[in-house]
């Protein structure tokens, strides 16, 4: 590193030279100035006016009038070592990026000239995807037009391409958005048919020495050249069919000893037989003397640099381009399948299939990963489950045709792969692909392809390749989960698909059974078909063999510089991600896991009794898993019927094991507060059901370690207390305890007032439900719970949700819940109560503003149904104190004009819940009321969102429910209002009063269908009967006629009715 003021002075002494020397100097001094501005671009500041200002000396020699090559590229990488960022210092003005960018894009845009050697020429291409690199690195930059993003994008797809054997296509100089691929005009490629022939007589061919390739970038070039992606070469097309189609009838491929496609190649042939035409000529045929040799592997070396080079660049493109824009530019650089008589559009993975460089390869397929990554919603149109048959092809049909040439290009790559960090590569994209595409939109077939196709890999010699394999099975089991074609997969017994897949089962999943004798009283119910206890679901055998087995030296890292200290089991990452896959699959397939679960509890709690923080943590989670697994089959809303449930006496054995075992030990010592956090997440899956019937030391044992850790210093343990506390409030034999009821509000209410804003969120969470708590054991226990619970912590609970509703939005949700939960527990003891007044008032207000702010729709929503809670309230002087009409105009406004229609929907269902007329106050605030309810109805198709318009029919119900209790609550003096509304929009309010009574019978299913439109019959019937003897009360001229009104829009139902029935 230079100091600043020696930089000063060289840098003005280089740019005077730059100006006062010849010209044969200038080469010379621009490599010094490169050397000097080498990560000290934030100290040179004062000199880029002079090297980068409107005339600078870069900019003149960098330009493409600059006839001297070598010069321009010298003054090109010193443009590109000003652009590198130096982490903590400021970095160049945007008006220079701007310069430089345009400067780089300019080299890479010109051609080359005939007199330019091919290396300098390379090395010049280099230095401007360099710069371009720095800049999108650490300037940060965001390509925003399209004709930049189109330029650049050019450009690299030109320069991945440049001296790739066999291939040579003309690139537009820019790239434009669009659906279809984009035509690549090919230039011919002289000496194809004598290429062709070459490969048709591979015994003239030279056995090269592997002492004279070079390690890394031409070690591994003894692959096959597959010809062209879209199997325009024979063999393309005959590797094809080997590996994707006809693959069972090789059942000899080990990939540990053979890991490519050239697998089957006799031992001791040379795998140069398919090279490329330059390696494919002998010593005997050669035109080129050795140093002519020398000279074009040299070239070929700085060719294969700068696809590199373009590759990486590219990639930081990828993370700079916003991905809706991107992916205007999919059909560009991912494979498409190609039409009838039309060749296959060059794309990223043609560099996979053809690039002799391993490394190269590997860039290519990095990029494709970064594509391919957070493509979901792109991905999502694709569909081709049904058959096409159109006169134009539609764009999901497109996507869907490109995610089926993916999936059979990068399947071909696999098997033709020898480089293990290129394999692991390809395996990752794999894995991305699955894990974005809509399969369940899709023809079935293509994940039995790669569930088949990786088997074979998870017992690689190479630990990374076997670690990706088990990400991409991972990600396999967690698309679209559960899938159909994937739950006959996991059914498949271990043995089945060892021939589809080219291999036998993986040996370490059958060196020993793992799995423990079944229980005496038989195998659990809910066994999968094709699962049985002496053959489990082969993956999930693997995983766990790969977790609790002793590793097995034929299948793992031979690299071991310290056997002293290797550990007896596989390598820890091989471990976690095994660990992970199980997870998923519990997750999933929960159906097919449970018939292990009480197995797959005690894996887990071997890992969280290991010394390996990491792997105790998966193994949390595991427990996390198996736990949430039950708690969803036990849901109210379950379509799983009880004989096929994991039964709740072995969910209770499940969790006395867990609590016997290590998981209290870890909760209460461990100094890693993920794995804290995670075993709270754990304990917080216990089934309710289960948890009663745990041994009353085991209950005490949960609830006061989790009361405990309540008081943990940090906030991730302390959040994850909080929630599993907010869980457990909720069980049935602990809600009814009062003493457990109130330390569990004193543990919320403290974490509520934690600096955290993730805590105070998991508290205001818990404190929703420990006030629902109050309203159960309300309506269950009556007074005698009420009576016990402590009045001055109810007073607390209220005035820390007050305050708590003037929080950040994820704790406001909560926290107005919980509002809306005490008002309506308060009795009228607490109302007399002076020291409760205040609190009520400040409560009462905090929601009604609430309701009318501008918060999250989620807010919102909770603050309407809390106010109508309040309205349950008898004790609560609702029509009589000045908070009731703030609390109806505020629910008014909503209803009439909130742009989410389920608030609209909370708002109308508060306003109906009022028992008495009494409760809606005077008689002009009654017709305000009903007013509002009017024009909500006429408004209730009004949206600029699509997306609000499918609960339009749910708000018409609530609106005409919330009218119809208004009609059956109303006075005498009530009727004017109401009828002036309905001779003015009389048609529109029946219209709506009709449909409402229809839907009646068409939304509901069959069993309910009856019931329902009764009671909504029962309902109209009810006010025209209540409005009747009002009416009859009125005399002359005033008598208003809005019970003949409802009779004549029931008569009209009955009519339509019986035209249905008829």
């Known amino acids: 590193m230079v100091d600043e003021e020696s930089l000063n002075f060289l840098l003005s002494y280089c740019i005077s030279a730059l100006k006062q020397c010849s010209s044969w100097t200038h080469v010379e001094i621009l490599q010094a100035l490169a050397a000097l501005v080498y990560n000290n671009g934030p100290k040179c500041q004062k000199h880029l006016p002079d090297l980068l200002g409107q005339a600078g000396l870069l900019l003149q020699f960098s330009s493409a009038a600059q006839q001297d090559v070598e010069l321009r590229r010298a003054a090109v990488r010193s443009m590109a070592n000003l652009c590198l960022s130096v982490p903590g210092q400021p970095y160049l003005e945007e008006s220079y990026r701007s310069v430089c960018f345009q400067t780089f894009l300019s080299v890479l845009q010109s051609p080359k000239i005939s007199d330019v050697d091919d290396i300098t020429f390379c090395m010049l291409l280099q230095s401007a995807l360099k710069g371009i690199q720095s800049l999108l690195n650490g300037g940060k ?18 320069c991945m391409f440049h ?3 066999g291939l040579s296509i003309e690139v537009p100089t820019v790239l434009y958005p669009a659906p279809l691929p984009h035509y690549d005009r090919r230039s011919p490629v002289k000496q194809e048919q004598s290429e062709t022939a070459t490969c048709k007589q591979p015994g003239n061919r030279r056995k090269k020495s ?21 199997g325009e070469a024979a063999l393309g097309a005959e590797m094809l069919k080997l590996h994707l189609g006809d693959v069972q009838s090789r059942p000899g491929l080990d990939p540990q000893a053979q890991p490519s496609g050239a697998a089957h190649l006799p031992m001791g042939k040379d795998l140069s037989a398919l090279h490329s035409s330059w390696k494919r000529i002998s010593s005997s045929e050669s035109e080129y003397s050795d140093a002519e040799g020398e000279i074009q592997s040299k070239v070929r070396s700085y060719q294969a640099n700068l696809r590199q080079g373009a590759l990486a660049c590219f990639l930081s493109a990828v993370k700079s381009i916003e991905k809706r824009v991107l992916y205007g530019y999919w ?16 794309s990223l993975m043609t560099i996979a299939l053809k690039d002799p460089s391993p490394k190269t390869r590997a860039c290519a397929l990095q990029v494709l990963s970064a ?8 991905l999502s149109v694709a569909e081709d489950a049904n058959d096409h048959k159109r006169a134009f092809t539609p764009f999901s049909v497109t996507v869907a045709s490109s995610i089926r040439e993916l999936h059979r290009c990068l399947l071909l790559a696999l098997v033709a792969e020898s480089s293990s960090q290129t394999l692991t590569q390809i395996v990752k994209c794999l894995a991305n692909l699955v894990s974005n595409a809509p399969y369940n939109r899709l023809k079935p077939g293509l994940l039995t392809r790669v569930w088949n196709q990786i088997k074979p890999y998870i017992c690689h010699k190479d630990v990374n390749v076997r670690v990706s394999s088990l990400t991409l099975l991972g990600a396999v089991v967690s698309a679209q989960a559960p899938l159909p074609e994937v739950q006959l997969l996991l059914q498949q017994p271990s043995s089945s698909g060892s021939n589809s897949s080219g291999s036998t089962t993986p040996h370490p999943a059958s060196s020993e059974h793992w799995r423990k004798a079944p229980p005496e009283e038989g195998e659990p119910p809910g066994t999968p078909a094709g699962c049985s206890s002496s053959e489990p679901c082969w993956l999930l055998r693997l995983c766990v063999s790969l977790v609790v087995l002793p590793r097995e030296d034929s299948c793992s890292d031979p690299d071991t510089s310290f056997p002293a200290f290797s550990s007896i089991y596989e390598p820890c990452p091989l471990r976690l991600e095994s660990l992970q896959v199980l997870a998923l699959l519990v997750k999933g397939y929960f159906s097919l896991a449970q018939s292990y679960f009480l197995e797959l509890g005690e894996v887990a709690c071997r890992c969280v009794e290991e010394m390996d923080p990491s792997i105790q943590l998966h193994g949390a989670k595991l427990l996390e898993e198996l736990g949430t697994g ?19 006496s072995m969910v209770v054995t499940f969790w006395t094991l867990v609590l016997n075992g290590p998981l209290p030990g870890t909760l209460q ?3 890693h507060a993920t794995l804290q956090t995670s075993a709270c997440d754990a304990l917080s899956s216990i089934l309710p059901e289960a948890f009663s019937s745990l041994q009353s030391e085991q209950q005490i044992l949960c609830v006061t370690l989790l009361l405990g850790l309540n008081h943990s210093e940090n906030p991730l343990v302390k959040a994850a207390a909080t929630r599993a506390l907010g869980v457990y409030i909720l069980f049935s034999c602990l809600r009814q305890d009062v003493m457990f009821v109130a330390d569990t509000a004193n543990a919320i209410l403290d974490s509520l007032h934690d600096k955290s804003p993730n805590v ?18 309300m309506e269950t226990m009556g007074q005698s719970f009420q009576e016990e619970f402590s009045d001055l912590l109810l007073l607390k609970m209220l005035q820390s949700a007050t305050e708590a509703s003037k929080d950040r939005d994820k704790v406001k949700s909560n926290a107005v819940r919980a509002l809306g939960n005490v008002l309506h527990f308060l009795q009228p003891c607490h109302i007399a109560n002076p020291r409760f007044r205040e609190a009520i008032e400040d409560s009462l207000q905090a929601l009604i503003s609430t309701v009318q702010s501008e918060a999250t729709m989620k807010v919102r929503w909770n603050a309407c149904y809390a106010l109508g809670n309040v309205f349950r309230n008898p004790a609560l002087p609702l029509g009589e104190a000045p908070w009731t009409t703030q609390a109806y105009s505020a629910l008014s406004s909503v209803v009439k004009s909130c742009k989410n229609f389920k608030v609209r929907i909370k708002s109308a269902m508060a306003l109906s819940i009022p028992s008495s007329r009494e409760c809606y106050g005077s008689t002009e605030q009654f017709g305000q009321i009903w007013a509002a309810l009017v024009v909500a109805l006429q408004r209730s198709e009004d949206t600029e969102d699509f997306v609000e318009f499918k609960y339009s029919a749910s708000l018409r119900t609530q609106i005409c429910q919330a009218l119809l209790h208004l009609l059956s609550l109303a006075k005498s003096t009530d009727l004017p209002v109401i009828w002036e509304s309905i001779r003015e929009q009389g048609d529109a309010i029946g219209a709506y009063v009709l449909q409402y009574l229809k839907s009646g019978e068409e939304e509901n299913e069959a069993g309910r269908m009856h019931r329902d439109w009764c009671e909504r019959e029962r309902v109209l019937k009810g006010a025209i009967e209540h409005l009747g003897g009002l009416e009859k009360q009125l005399e002359g001229k005033a008598r208003v006629k809005v019970s003949d009104y409802l009779e004549a829009v029931l008569a009209n139902h009955a009519s339509a009715t019986e035209l249905t029935e008829a």
């Not at 930059?141 to 030109?158: N, P, R």
């Not at 059909?331 to 060059?346: E, H, K, N």
């Open 141 to 158: 930059m965001k390509l925003m037009q399209t004709d930049q993003i189109g330029s650049l994008l050019a450009m690299l797809k030109k």
């Open 163 to 165: 001296g790739l054997p």
């Open 210 to 230: 592997k002492g004279k390739q070079k390690k890394g970038e031409f070690g591994e070039e003894g692959r096959e050249d597959l010809g062209d992606a879209g």
């Open 331 to 346: 059909s560009a650089f991912v494979p498409d399948a190609p039409g009838i008589g039309s060749p296959q559009s060059v």
């Open 371 to 378: 594509i391919l990554e957070g493509s979901k919603q792109f």
């Open 630 to 648: 039950v708690l969803q089959q036990y849901k109210p809303d379950s379509t799983i019927p009880p004989d096929q449930r994991v039964p709740v």
């Open 669 to 671: 010592n461990s100094p």
């Open 760 to 777: 105070r969120a998991k508290a205001a969470w818990s404190l929703g439900n420990l006030t629902d708590t109050l309203i159960i054991n």
